[in-house]
Each structure stands twice: as C-alpha cells, then as structure tokens.
C-alpha cells in the first residue's frame, strides 16, 4: 500500500493533477480543461470524479494522504481563490469546502507560487534550507518567499508577490493590472518578447528574429537565437537579467535568502539569464549581502513541477505534524 498525496495545478486553460508518494514519485497524471466548465460547482464535481477514478484504476493499491492546491489568487487560510482574473469563474471560490465535501479528505489551497517553493523545499534543491526565494518565469513573473523555514504569506496570502512590484512607474511598460512598469512586464516571457520587438524596432541591426510575430516567437527561440550568436537575442538577456538582478537585490535585503531559486521557460535558458542576474544582484547588493546569495536554477522536473509542487503542501504539513509529536 502506498501513500499519495495528490497535487492540483490550476491554470486559466488547462488543470493537472497527478498523485504524488512521499519520496517525489508521480503515480499518476491526467489533465483537464479548466475553461471547459463554465460553472466552477460542475469543474470540482470532475475533478473528484477524475481522483477518484484514478485512484481504483491503478494496478497499486493508493491510499489517498490529502490534496494540495495550487491556483492563481489562491488563499490558504481561507482555503479559497478569490478574483482571479484568468480563471473562467469570478469572485470568491470555496474550492477546500467544496472538494473536502465531495472527498472527505483534508484540501490545502494556495497559490501556484507558493506551491513551486514548497515542492523546491521538500523534493526539490531547497531541502534543509529555511531561508530562500522562488521565481516563477512563465507568461507572468510568481514568486514566494520562505523565511526561518516558513511560507511569509501576510493577511490575504498575497506576500512576497514580486511580478507587480515597480520598475518604472512613470513611463513603464503597462502592466495587465491596470499599472505601469511592473517587474513582469520586462521580467516573464512575455516581458523578454516585448523587449526582442522594442530592441528591433530601435536597431537595424540584421536579427533572425526579425520577422516573427509576436505570438509565434518564444523564449525557446529566443535561447537558440542567442546561442547562434544573434547580437538582439543576446541583449534582450542582458536587459532582462540586469532588471531581474537589481531587483532582487531589494528583495535580498528585505529576506536575507541563503538563495533564489528560478523556475520556467525563461530560466532553461540557463546562463544567458543567470550570469547577468548574479551579476547585477551582486553589483546592487549591500556589502554585507555580496557573494553570499546563491541563484539556482529550481531542481523540479519544468512539466511536473506544478503537480509535484502542490503535493509537497500535504508532505510539508505531515513532515511537520510528524516532528510536532
Ligand atoms: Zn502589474
């Protein structure tokens, strides 16, 4: 008999789910439409459905330790997703209330950067550490914050949100919350896009870029541009590892972080987003701070992280109940 967590990864498109065994290994994962239901009340009647099939499918017997939840605008102590915007449904969502009815298993509800750190602390390169960050690079820039071992996530579970702190306020690039040169505008892979097309239209250097539109090009090419030795590919990292790097160089200061873990498209990109990220943290630091922060790429698998990561809140809490005895 083994013991499984199920982790739920919320997404505006698209929903994964998969069970996930206390030493980080998948059992199973399925997939659904999130925009398919257009009543949230319909979505969690498939998803118990969809566990609970799952579950007497497997050939192991699977006993069922609790669920995590990780969603956009995800509220843990209210166990809630309260207005999020790029979800089918708006308002306030009793998503623990109504999946603990339907399930009878304890649900922990949070958002998705929260659960990518918690998934870095418990399978991933920050185990044993009490004190780092975590950035999500996706279409919007995530992040969470641990701190003396624990998830900093304020009255409204809204901490250490890092995507709208400001880069340029005054004539910054708009943000989609309504505000001006947020971090993610510049520092996403949306944000890298917007800069490969305001670098072409400023030179007229030649780029393979050139000519790609603005939906068809990804951070993927952008990688293998540079990697080819584009001169606008390559400024576009140097530019988005510069804004990275300086503010996280405020966060550093706010955290004291042992490190800063990066997550998604943008940080496969690997040192062409690294070098200049430690570089300009390390020139913004205060002296006490300098070469002692580490930037690390996150050690989760890029296609099962959100999974593995809303697991590890059920593992996280039985560790610490466990300890607690
Ligand atoms: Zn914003």
Redesign the pocket.
């Known amino acids: 008999m083994t013991k499984v967590a199920i982790g739920i990864d919320i997404g505006g498109t698209s929903t994964k789910l998969g069970a996930v065994d206390e030493n980080g290994q998948i059992h199973f994962q399925c997939s659904l439409s999130t925009d398919k239901y257009a009543d949230f009340e319909s979505f969690t009647n498939v998803i118990a459905k969809t566990i609970r099939h799952e579950l007497e499918q497997g050939t192991q017997y699977l006993e069922l330790a609790g669920i995590g939840i990780g969603a956009p605008h995800g509220v843990r102590r209210r166990g809630t997703i309260e207005h999020a915007a790029n979800l089918p449904w708006s308002g306030v969502l009793p998503l623990k209330e109504s999946l603990e009815d339907l399930l009878g298993i304890e649900v922990i509800v949070t958002n998705d950067a929260n659960a990518a750190a918690m998934g870095e602390k418990v399978f991933g390169g920050a185990k044993g550490m009490d004190d780092f960050v975590m950035i999500t690079l996706g279409t919007g820039l995530g992040s969470a914050i641990i701190s003396n071992g624990m998830l900093i996530e304020g009255m409204d579970g809204f901490a250490g949100e890092l995507?709208?702190v400001t880069y340029n306020h005054i004539n910054g690039r708009y943000?989609?919350?309504?505000?001006r040169g947020?971090l993610?505008?510049y520092v996403s892979a949306t944000g890298i896009k917007r800069t490969i097309f305001k670098l072409l239209a400023d030179h007229f250097g030649p780029s393979e870029l050139r000519g790609v539109s603005f939906d068809d090009l990804s951070t993927k090419m952008i990688s293998e541009s540079a990697h080819r030795g584009d001169q606008i590919a390559l400024e576009a990292f140097e530019y988005t590892g510069k804004i990275l790097g300086s503010k996280l160089a405020e966060t550093v200061q706010h955290t004291n972080p042992e490190a800063i873990f990066l997550l998604g498209g943008l940080a496969q990109a690997g040192d062409y987003i690294f070098k200049p990220a430690k570089k300009y943290l390390d020139e913004s630091l205060l002296h006490v701070f300098k070469d002692k922060v580490q930037v690390l790429p996150s050690e989760l698998l890029a296609n099962s992280a959100p999974v593995v990561g809303a697991a590890s809140l059920v593992w996280h809490k039985h560790n610490h109940e466990l300890i607690a005895q």
Not at 175 to 179: A, F, I, L, S
């Open positions: 995507g709208h943000c989609r919350c309504g505000r947020c993610e505008t």
